[in-house]
């Protein structure tokens, strides 16, 4: 259950999006996440990117190159009140893992619950001023492009691959050719475009304005592999020497015959119950990880003021700038938070982080048979939090 509608048109099914759209073309909703509107301004953003532990670029166009291209500078955080001074006329300010300050931005989230939690990488938000932009430029990832405040141009291109040529000695990656526009549209806030991988795209702040980014991202297959050899370092039956089928052969060659023979074990180990379960465990801490360090709260509840709030009409929800998610493996429910493997949960404590992790929110009704003091640990732990009533 989730208090806050889905961001699609009336029109399209979740079913039909993920079918007809997802990675596949864009898709632009008109007043998609209205819950947007108003809930930041430019300062709010501009304070923000000076915090100490913000993650945060300013990028800026500055001086002209011999060839008559714009030349980009890059600032990363920490940023401090004197790298805003005498900015050029066009400007961008990034911050990433919106999530994290405010959880009432995060629980937007659940406007894009079609879409599987795991996947979501964190909400970014970028300021610019009229005629500031970020360049040409594709993602990697699917995004949902919400405006939040004032308004922005956006034109979508080609999609890219490998062979597309960046713009040369840029701090960023940028190119020229967008292609064919595909889309050319003014987003007000409230509105949301959906952008898949690779696909060109272009926007200019038509007037002070802050665009958020969703975005969405799936592991590559390093982070795989770096973690099924980390998990696998555990099995001590992975390190019994293999047997191998043996033929005569020149004492300097390693053959073809066995490099296959080792694949095959290798596989065989994959594709068994123990590679199963390695495999499952590997991906499971991959995709719960966090992209960013967690910040601790400086004020902590105590055990009795949790259930006092709960009383009062208070509800635990998930934090998204955590990661809590579950697998089913046979009969049992194995949960994962921020990358860790949570073991020695009793049934009643997972099939409430099932719940949290699902979106809902929970009373203090929902916690029957739950250790209070077990709760504190997640909120303390930043899994979950406190949501107050208006």
Not at 14 to 41: A, H, N, S
Not at 51 to 59: G, I, N, P, Y
Not at 269 to 295: C, H, N
Request: proline letters at 5%.
């Amino acid at each position: 259950m989730t208090s806050i509608p889905l961001c699609l048109p009336d029109y399209i099914t979740p079913e039909q999006f993920l079918t007809e759209y997802w990675q596949k073309k864009p898709l632009l909703i008109k007043r998609g996440l209205p819950q947007l509107i108003g809930m930041f301004e430019p300062d709010d953003m501009l304070g923000l990117a000076l915090e100490e532990d913000a993650t945060a670029r300013l990028l800026t166009q500055d001086t002209v190159k011999q060839d008559g291209q714009p030349q980009w500078q890059l600032k990363k955080s920490p940023l401090t009140e004197a790298d805003f001074d005498n900015l050029p006329e066009q400007w961008t300010v990034l911050v990433q893992n919106l999530e994290q300050w405010s959880p009432e931005l995060g629980q937007l989230w659940q406007a894009f619950d079609f879409i599987p939690q795991w996947q979501r990488d964190d909400i970014m938000v970028s300021y610019a001023p009229k005629g500031g932009s970020v360049g040409k430029h594709y993602d990697d990832y699917d995004v949902f492009l919400a405006q939040g405040f004032g308004s922005r141009r956006w034109q979508l291109g080609k999609f890219c691959d490998e062979q597309t040529e960046f713009v040369a000695d840029e701090p960023i990656r940028l190119f020229d050719d967008m292609g064919e526009i595909i889309f050319d549209e003014i987003l007000e806030a409230g509105d949301v475009l959906y952008v898949p991988p690779k696909l060109a795209h272009f926007g200019v702040a038509q007037d002070d304005c802050l665009t958020f980014s969703f975005g969405c991202r799936r592991p590559n297959l390093m982070q795989i592999i770096d973690s099924l050899a980390d998990i696998a370092t555990n099995d001590s039956d992975l390190f019994v020497p293999m047997l191998l089928p043996q033929a005569l052969q020149a004492s300097g060659e390693l053959k073809a015959d066995s490099i296959d023979a080792i694949k095959a074990q290798l596989l065989q180990m994959l594709q068994s119950e123990r590679g199963d379960t390695i495999i499952r465990q590997a991906v499971s801490e991959v995709v719960s990880k966090r992209q960013y360090d967690v910040l601790v709260p400086e004020d902590t509840l105590t055990t009795d003021e949790m259930i006092a709030a709960l009383a009062t009409g208070a509800s635990l929800q998930a934090d998204y700038s955590n990661r809590l998610l579950y697998t089913e493996v046979g009969n049992d429910i194995v949960v994962y938070a921020n990358g860790q493997r949570l073991d020695d949960l009793h049934a009643n404590s997972i099939a409430l982080l099932v719940c949290l992790s699902n979106g809902e929110h929970l009373t203090l009704d929902d916690m029957e048979g739950i250790d209070p003091d077990e709760v504190m640990e997640w909120l303390e732990n930043g899994w979950i939090w406190l949501n107050y009533p208006e």
